[in-house]
């Protein structure tokens, strides 16, 4: 039965991101807020939790999960950024995207595209997520909550809690955040291509 924590969206509770911390650390997966969609999220070591995401989700083996980093030295601790995309990354982060960058070492294998040594990477711009992601000390591996058949991601807690309390450790009820996810960006060959539009504003990147 998963636990339900009803945190502030603006100034969440110390106490509460605590606990919530030990619950990732101990292999448990998470139901949180983030500035795009609620998402499911475990420790970036956890092979048998991100199993058990795919498998909620149905996910084959080649779908690739997102790094949420709490800033941009995060970011460049898992990527290889150099002085354009990170120029560009300054000026978009925090915010609604997801960047493709080619990983360094530092990323797990199973993590990243089997053949192209990717990664996926955003700073979200959410107090809840940024406070997980600042007491955990580490990215958080996370997927959109879009359940198979689904359309849109889930946006309620209550349903969240409905359809997910025997599936995951924790549910963070952090008010509604909106159900776009993310617009995703590849900056492997240095200038942004989109490989798919969503709540961010991809010509800005362009102007940027």
């Not at 070591?45 to 995060?74: P, Q, V, W, Y």
């Not at 809840?128 to 946006?155: H, K, R, V």
């Amino acid at each position: 039965m998963a636990q339900f924590f009803q945190i502030h969206p603006e100034t969440p509770q110390a106490r509460l991101i605590l606990q919530a911390v030990d619950i990732i650390r101990r292999g448990g997966i998470v139901a949180y807020p983030t500035d795009s969609a609620y998402a499911l999220g475990c420790h970036i070591g956890d092979k048998m939790a991100l199993d058990r995401i795919r498998l909620m989700r149905k996910l084959d083996k080649h779908h690739n999960f997102t790094l949420m980093c709490r800033d941009l030295s995060e970011i460049a601790t898992y990527a290889r950024v150099d002085n354009q995309v990170f120029r560009l990354l300054k000026a978009h982060t925090p915010g609604p995207y997801t960047f493709i960058l080619e990983g360094t070492s530092e990323v797990p294998r199973r993590l990243r595209h089997p053949k192209r040594k990717t990664i996926g990477l955003r700073v979200p711009d959410n107090p809840i997520a940024l406070a997980l992601l600042e007491e955990l000390n580490e990215p958080l591996m996370s997927s959109t909550l879009l359940l198979p058949g689904d359309e849109y991601p889930l946006t309620d807690p209550y349903d969240i809690r409905d359809l997910l309390e025997h599936q995951v450790e924790l549910i963070i009820d952090g008010g509604y955040c909106g159900l776009e996810p993310t617009t995703v960006v590849d900056l492997t060959e240095g200038a942004p291509e989109l490989i798919r539009q969503g709540k961010g504003d991809f010509s800005a990147l362009l102007a940027g």
